[in-house]
């Protein structure tokens, strides 16, 4: 009953002319609708020739960010409603790149689920443990701490299509990957934290896994009960790769 969902976050790679002939290379075996929604997330830089190269396809395009005001003296921000005038559909939030680096906090990630809400945006909410959270067996603690902060905000009336994304943050980028099972049992605890909130909010929603899918790994991630596909980083700015990982949800 959920749609899969397979999403590539370009992070900050890529000119305009490598974004376009990444967007080309992907729609031009574009998967079926039916088996697999696909999304790319480029640059902001490159959101507008994406899209353009998108038009006529079912390939969505998203952004990897945003803020939370619409608009103002906030220099070097992009609103959601700038996002949606782009064309987006779709928003990253609370990577955790972003809350490593950029200090974003549960606080930060809530009031952008709400200002992507606002926006007409489908957020795509991140959340997930370091190595040393894990090696403490605080797994649950934390990724529990991340999803509460979203659900005590969020209306189970507005949350119909916010997507969740588990992301061990050990497994982002380092080739390691969360094994099915390490990663069906987050995504079933994630899903029972929903049910608490909303029952049809479990039912529906995707959460997908993120941290060095690949190929030769996505058919039995997202075999697993729990897993309604994968954010990918790294696999995702080669398309044939990422056409793979497609094929496999
Ligand atoms: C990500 O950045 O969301 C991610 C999962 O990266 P990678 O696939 O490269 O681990």
Redesign the pocket.
Known sequence: MRQPLVAG?W?MNGTRWEAESLAKAIKASEPDPAQVEVLVCPPFTAIDCVGEILKGSAIRYGAQNLFWEKSGAYTGEVSGEMLRDLGCRYV?LG???RRQYFGETDEVVVKKYQAAKRAGLVPVV?VGETESERAAGQTEAVVGRQIQALLQAADPQTWQGTVV?Y?PVW????GLTATPAQAQEVHAFLRRQLAAFDEAAAQCTRILY????KADNAAELFAQADIDG???????LNAEEFLKICAAA
Do not use: Q
């Not at 497994?171 to 380092?174: F, H, L, S």
């Open positions: 976050n992070k990253i990577h955790s790149e991140c994304a992301e497994a982002i980028g380092t993120g941290g060095s899918v994968g954010l990918v980083g790294g696999a995702s």
